[in-house]
């Protein structure tokens, strides 16, 4: 037999199997899309969590504050100084009167400078890092901080390490759980498909006694528990999409999911391509794992 011929009897007689066996097919296809439907909230979770660590990313901002003794050449000094260095992206220069303009529009403020009677700030540069230089900008501070010009160098590094442990702390929680999730469901598909392999036990010991080799016996199984997977979902990925579409106002407006809804586009689609590999993977290998029992294996 060609090895076309085997790839169409195994995809065909899976493609049967699934039918006849309806009631543990449409089991293990609702358990399927239960777990990928609780895997797609951590999922989704993380995606949201890198989604708003890159915004957090392109709008972090250093503030170089020069020192009062600072001369023109200092500051152009600097603002070149800056602008060669590779990690930065962008440089601002604030004047001291345009900060001191933006002070006095806290009423409070403006009255502690008209009885101070002069400006007490300093010109400063707004400077924004790369993205993937956010992260480790403590040698560029200690270069700064080096120089008798600049006076202060605030880039809120406490904060900022703050909402990135967090981050990691999330994604860790989320692994966990979600891989405890992946394997209970694991084990109950395999249990539901080694049901379904107990049910048809005298066809395979027919086809070991007439001599029908493993992939014939198995093939067909296996590609039925990728199916039921894939079933499951692609059930998830149309109701995840009904909901985003049809029911996005009110989710946004009562769930609180708005960060999850503004995703972009091409975020949600790596999340369904996950969550189909998911169900497949999942499918494949509870029908794999059904066909590990001893007494499968014993059937020659």
Do not use: C
Request: neutral net charge.
């Amino acid at each position: 037999m060609s090895t076309s011929s085997r790839l169409f009897y195994v995809l065909k007689e899976g493609f049967l199997q699934l039918f006849r066996s309806r009631g543990l097919s449409t089991a293990v296809i609702v358990i399927v899309a239960s777990t990928l439907l609780q895997l797609s909230f951590f999922l989704g979770l993380s995606l949201v969590l890198d989604h708003a660590l890159g915004s957090a990313r392109e709008k972090f901002q250093m503030a170089v504050f020069l020192a009062p003794a600072a001369q023109p050449s200092d500051r152009q000094r600097i603002q070149a100084l800056l602008l060669a260095d590779p990690r930065v992206a962008s440089v601002g220069l604030v004047t001291k009167e345009e900060a001191l303009q933006d002070f006095r529009k806290d009423p409070e403020i403006d009255q502690m400078v008209e009885a101070l009677g002069e400006n007490p700030l300093t010109d400063s540069f707004t400077v924004v890092l790369r993205k993937d230089a956010v992260e480790k900008p403590d040698e560029l501070v200690a270069k700064l901080r080096q120089d008798p010009q600049i006076e202060e160098v605030d880039y809120g590094k406490n904060e900022w390490e703050t909402v990135s442990n967090l981050t990691h702390v999330a994604r860790w929680v989320g692994l966990v759980i979600g891989g405890f999730i992946f394997l209970t469901a694991l084990f109950i598909i395999s249990n539901t498909l080694s049901l379904a392999l107990w049910a048809r036990r005298e066809d395979f010991i027919l086809m070991a006694r007439m001599g029908a080799p493993t992939w014939m016996r198995w093939g067909p199984y296996l590609w039925e528990g990728l199916l039921q997977g894939l079933g499951g979902a692609l059930l998830v990925v149309l109701l995840m999409e009904a909901l985003r579409r049809g029911a996005g106002e009110a989710l946004q407006k009562y769930a609180g999911l708005d960060m999850l809804l503004a995703l972009p586009a091409g975020d949600w689609g790596r999340l369904y391509f996950t969550l189909v590999v998911l169900g497949v993977f999942l499918g494949f290998l509870g029908a794999f794992l059904a066909l590990q029992r001893k007494w499968v294996r014993e059937i020659h």
